[in-house]
Each structure stands twice: as C-alpha cells, then as structure tokens.
C-alpha cells in the first residue's frame, strides 16, 4: 500500500477516533436542571458529547492521566493481540522497537544514558514510535490469521469481510485492547473505513481498524 | 545569629520549601510566612498541615508568583527590605486582606474564595467549583463514575502500576460485580507486590531507585563491568528494594548495617552483614562493601555512593545534599530544608562558604556535610573506608584548617556525632516519611499532592510513620483507597 494511502486511511480514522464516545473524560455535561453534575468548565460550555443517542458521562473533577510506560503498553498490546512483546515490532528486522524508543515512549535509559527519569513531556517522536509499534503489531496479527491462526480476524481469512464480519472484528478488537464492549458509533465508523476506496482489500482495512483502536488515547494512557 | 526556631521538621517536611531572602533590596517573603498566612486563614485547605506551601505566594523561593507581586505592593511600603521576619509576620495579614477580594490570576474568583477553596489562587487554570458532584448524577449511564470510588477504574490504575500490565475486560467485570470488589482490589495489590515488574530487576521499585542511585554504566564493577569498575550500584538497588518490599521497616534505607543480595528468576532479595574482609573474600575486592559494620548507614555509606558522590572530596558537600534530595526530599538548590538562623559556617576547605551570599544555604549544608567527611571516596583508601584522621590527607591541597573540620553536624538543627546518628535522625524525622510517601504518591496518582489532597497526603504519611511502622506495603493499600487515586 502507497504512503499516501496509508496516511489518507490514517486520518481517516483519526476523524473517526476522535469522536467522543461515553468514556471519554473530556466529555462535559450541560449544566441542566435535574440530573446533571458541575461541569469542569465553569464557562458553561457544554463541550463535546458522545453520538446524540449516547448518555453523558460527566467530566472528570481531577481530569488526571498517566501514559502507559513503554512495557506496559508493549505487554498490553502483546496480550490483546496473542502475540510475545518480541514480536510486535522489530526495527531493521533485529531491534525491538520498544527499546529502541524508549525515551519516546515515555521510559528511562539509566545506565548508560543517565536518563533517570521520564522526559516530562512527550517528545515529537513520542507519537511516531506508538505508532510504528501498533501497526506492526497489527500488521503481524492480520498476517498470521489470514495464515489461519484466527485469533482476531478469522472473519478475513478468505480475503474479504462483509459489515457483519467487521463489526464482529471490531467488537473483538475493542473488548482485547479497550477491555470494553464497543459503542454502536465506533462499530459503524471503523466498519464503515472498508468501503473507503483508499482502502484496497480486507486485509488493509484489518490492520488499521485494529491501528486505530490500538492507537486512541484510551489505550495509550490510563 | 539567634537562633530561630521558626519551623520544625513536620512544618518543613509537609511544604517542602523554605524561603530565603536574596536580595537586600527586595521584601522577600521569609519563613515566617506559611504560618502567618494560616494564622489568617486557619479554614484554607492549604493550611491543613499546619502552614501553607511556599508556592502560595512563591514560584522557586524567592521569586514571588502573581499573589506574591501583589502582596509587595501593599506590604510596608517604603519600609527598608529586608524586612524583620516578625515585623513581616505582623504586617502580612494587612497586606493579605488588601488583595481578598482582588483576581490576581483572572480565573473570575476572588483571592479570597481561592484561599478557602483550596485552588491555585496564582494560577488561572486552577479555581474553585467543578470539584462538587452535586445533583442526581445519571451514574448508571457513565463509563466512570467521577463522582465516587470507581471500582473498575482503581482495578485497572493498581494493575497497571504494579502489575505492569492491564487487566482483562472479563477481571474488570469479575471485580465490579463482586460482593466487596474493594477487597478483591486490595487482595489484587497484594499479589501485584509480589510480582517481577513491582520487585525484579528493572521494574518499578528500580525506576524510583535510578535518581537516587544515579547509575552510571561506565563505572560499574561486576556483573557488565564498565570500563573503568570502581563499583557495583547493583547493591544500591537490591537494598534499595528489599527496604521498599514485604513490610519491612523502609527507614532502613538509611539505617542497615547490612546489605542485600539479590537472585534473579525469580527475583528474591536476602539480606546479609559481611565484614569488608569477609566481602573481599566473598565477592572479590573489586565490588565489596567496604565499610565497617559499625559504621553503615544504609544507603548513605553503599560505596557506590562514595565513588559517585564523594570521589575526591575532602568535605563531601554533594553527598550529603544528595542524600538531603533524595532521601528527604529537600533540595537545597532550590532553598528547601534551609535551617534559618544557623551559625555561620567555618571555612575549613577555603571555598568562601561564609560570605553573606554563600552563607544562606552553607549555613546548613556544611553541617550537614561533617559527618560525611570520614568516609573516603576516590583516593586515599578503598571507596566507604571510614577514617577519623581523614582529613589529615588534604592539608596539602586544601590548607592547615582542613583538619579543624568536626566530624560531629547537624541535621535539622540537631547535633549529631557521626554519619550513624544523623542517618538515624534522618530516618525518624518527618521529612523522610514525607519524601518517602511523596514517592508513591507521584508514582500512583500522576503528580504532585495538589491543595485538595492536602488531607489525604497528611494522613497517608502520618500512618506511614505510625500505625504502619514504615511499611510501604501498608500505605500503599491506604493510597489506593484515597480519592486522589480511586476517583476517576
């Protein structure tokens, strides 16, 4: 697949990702008569919401976030894909990327390097290494369920994948990574990708829906 | 100089910064301070530990924030700075009064509703309101609920922290719909604390250890040894860890007279007291712990400690503020833990430590230092080897005067006689239960205690040091029952 489409399918996706969905904790309430908690904003702005059939969640009071150390987002994603953290990715096909990135993704290099302690902020390559490392992975698990293995995308194995299929992959992919079922909106919206004429094959589509899910700021940070 | 004894160690422990004033011509804000802005507003959750932090009016002491600009213009003006400390202390309440009902920060509140709110009344991101859940909240339609203890979301946040991987979706179900999932989530801890990526080699307890220890791989003896092997920070991390784990009494980071042998796969730490004699023929002359047994002080006396930090110095001024920093949690490079009114230092080593500019942080770094300065670092004895004549070896180097120094200090303006002493008072004073629980703190919840957590974190290290008798295990299950950690 060309750069262009891959970067076209990534932003794409992004658009669709970045949709809030009930568990997002930017979501803010409207400051309504009866049921409502005070929103974080005292502007009044109601903010993003959810899908218009989706509940609010209310925003969170102390909004407070931590990334996942370079290992446990490597052990998670392992996990949710049946894959070993030595198979996610490899850089030059020798070096795991885990380690190689380390400081970009948010861990230390003590002995040799005298990096004690994270970088307090996320460096320009910060996103870029969670990036490669999730499409590899994805990419590797695609790859040997299409080789029948079947563990994510079973529903592929004869190349292509009808809404039913897809919607059944996502859910999969969502509950494995997010550790949560799948809102009606993410199913539809990353089903839906496949239908993108940039997107040549079920395959394709297969690795970045899993990309997509595998890179949303739920499952990098928690 | 009179001594003041303005602060004690809790005071000091708890806000973590002492200001000093640096110019003359300037009204600096002093340590009187804290307290009098509490004696004003005793109700402001900032004040909960008795004085309020120095950044309610400070960004790095004694640059002054938004509140403390607006303080100086009110506050004596045309008075000669610096001012007196009582005459400060006296004069502070008029001044504060005057900017009540000012914004200093533009946040649309008021100083006043800030103070007694507990927000950042310096910082425009931070005001009152949006931290009550008030009304009938829908939580049967929330992913978390922001309101309350969240089952789920704490399940998750202690699994990730100690276990070094999330849960599953079917575990995260399981302990939601327990009976008590509190108590699932507590046996959860538990097991965590056993695991490799709490305790192993490199995994969490290590990463609190890495700026303490400050490994440097070119250095290392032993195991990987580095190009030039002077010693093995290995020991530094197994002691670190086997004080840190298992209930064990964590003021022993300062106080051990033993160290810690560690085996991997699985990883286990035991704890063993060797002679330097018995550790040479043990382990080789090149990693062996070479301080006598008597004289041990934990972390302090490790040689590493003495080859990275010490090296070369006669009065090892750098160790003994590392260990300030990393064990107490005060920096005296940023003004914290300054013990005002201190005796003007004795210039033993000719360094200029007694003019005025100096003076305001060696007043307490030198004494604090003296009891360090036994111990040979880099040259003239093997790294940790403690000699009462030490100082006999810098008379060429350093002058005649070098041998007056004492080896008796102070630390938090205690007398103490050697190293021994000051690591016990190090290890029983508050600071040290502070830093220590500041450590997990940061490391659980994501950051620093904000004003709100103010309670919490009181509470969390004042059981720390009493009814957990140092026990990092015990705390950490109180610290995942705070609402700073267990609210989403």
Redesign the interface.
């Known amino acids: 697949m060309s750069l262009d489409r891959i970067t076209f399918a990534l932003l794409l996706l992004g658009v669709a990702g970045c949709r809030d969905?009930?568990?997002d904790?930017a979501v803010a309430s409207d400051a309504s008569d009866?049921?409502?908690?005070?929103?974080?904003?005292?502007s009044g702005d109601s903010g993003t919401t959810g899908a218009p059939d989706e509940?609010?969640?209310?925003?969170?009071?102390?909004a407070?976030?931590?990334r996942?150390?370079p290992?446990?987002y490597a052990?998670?994603l392992s996990?949710a894909l049946g894959l070993g953290t030595d198979e996610l990715c490899l850089e030059l096909s020798q070096y795991d990327c885990t380690s190689s990135h380390r400081i970009a993704l948010g861990g230390?290099d003590?002995?040799?390097r005298?990096v004690?302690?994270p970088l307090a902020e996320p460096g320009i390559s910060s996103p870029l290494a969670i990036d490669r490392i999730a499409l590899s992975a994805c990419g590797e698990r695609v790859t040997r369920d299409l080789a029948g293995e079947g563990l994510v995308f079973a529903e592929l194995a004869d190349g292509t994948a009808s809404a039913d299929d897809r919607a059944a992959i996502v859910d999969r992919l969502v509950?494995?990574l997010l550790?949560?079922?799948a809102e009606p909106h993410e199913l539809e919206a990353i089903a839906a990708l496949a239908d993108d004429p940039n997107i040549p094959d079920a395959r394709t589509w297969g690795q970045l829906a899993c990309f997509a899910i595998a890179t949303t700021l739920e499952n990098v940070f928690? | 100089m009179e001594q003041r004894a303005h602060f004690t160690p809790r005071v000091l422990g708890v806000l973590a910064a002492i200001v000093v004033a640096a110019h003359a011509h300037d009204a600096a804000a002093q340590p009187t301070g804290p307290a009098a802005f509490c004696a004003a507003y005793p109700d402001a959750p900032a004040c909960d530990a008795g004085a309020a932090a120095c950044d309610t009016c400070h960004e790095t002491p004694p640059a002054r924030n938004l509140i403390g600009r607006a303080i100086e213009e009110g506050l004596l003006p045309g008075e000669d700075r610096p001012l007196d400390p009582e005459v400060f202390a006296d004069a502070l309440p008029g001044a504060l009064l005057a900017i009540e009902g000012l914004d200093s920060d533009d946040d649309?509140f008021v100083n006043l509703d800030e103070w007694l709110a507990g927000s950042d009344a310096a910082d425009g991101d931070s005001?009152p309101?949006?931290?009550?859940?008030?009304?009938?909240?829908?939580k049967s339609?929330?992913?978390?609920d922001?309101?309350s203890y969240d089952a789920r979301f704490t399940f998750?946040?202690v699994m990730?922290d100690v276990c070094?991987?999330?849960?599953?979706?079917e575990e995260?179900e399981e302990v939601a719909a327990a009976e008590d999932p509190r108590a699932l989530i507590h046996e959860t801890l538990d097991d965590c604390l056993q695991s490799e990526?709490w305790r192993g080699r490199d995994g969490v307890l290590w990463?609190i250890a890495?700026?303490k220890i400050?490994?440097?791989?070119a250095l290392?003896a032993g195991a990987s040894e580095g190009d030039i092997p002077l010693g093995d920070y290995e020991d530094d991390y197994n002691l670190f860890v086997y004080t840190q784990i298992d209930g064990h009494d964590a003021r022993e980071l300062l106080t051990a007279g033993y160290h810690v042998e560690r085996t991997d796969d699985p990883t286990t730490y035991v704890p063993y007291a060797r002679t330097p004699a018995q550790d040479t023929a043990a382990r080789g002359a090149g990693v062996a712990q070479l301080t006598e047994i008597d004289r041990r002080a934990g972390m302090l006396t490790t040689r590493w400690n003495f080859v990275l930090n010490t090296m070369f110095t006669p009065i090892p001024r750098t160790t003994a503020a590392a260990a300030y920093r990393s064990y107490l949690g005060l920096d005296i490079a940023k003004m914290q833990g300054l013990q005002i009114g201190a005796a003007l230092p004795a210039d033993y080593d000719n360094k200029g430590v007694a003019a005025d500019e100096c003076a305001v942080c060696h007043s307490t770094l030198d004494p604090l230092t003296y009891p360090f300065s036994r111990y040979v670092g880099l040259g003239g004895g093997a790294p940790g080897d403690y000699r009462a004549n030490r100082m006999l070896s810098y008379v060429d180097t350093e002058g005649p005067g070098i041998v007056d120094t004492p080896e008796a200090g102070a630390i938090f303006g205690q007398p103490v006689d050697d190293l021994v002493e000051w690591a016990a008072v190090a290890a029983d004073s508050d600071a040290f239960a502070q830093a220590t629980t500041r450590d997990y703190w940061v490391l659980m919840?994501?950051?620093s205690p904000r004003d709100i957590d103010v309670a919490e974190y009181t509470t969390l290290w004042t059981d720390f040091e009493g009814d957990h008798a140092y026990s990092v295990d015990a705390m950490l299950h109180d610290l995942i029952d705070t609402e700073?950690y267990s609210?989403?």
């Open positions: 969905r009930g568990g904790a009866d049921a409502s908690t005070t929103a974080a904003d005292p509940p609010k969640q209310a925003a969170s009071l102390r407070s976030v931590k996942k150390a290992d446990v052990r998670d996990r230390v003590p002995y040799d005298a004690y302690e509950l494995r550790r949560r079922p928690y | 649309g005001f309101g949006g931290q009550v859940c008030d009304g009938e909240p829908d339609a929330w992913r978390y922001v309101c998750t946040r990730i070094g991987e999330s849960p599953t979706y995260i990526a990463q890495h700026r400050r490994p440097l791989a290392k919840v994501g950051e700073a609210v989403p």
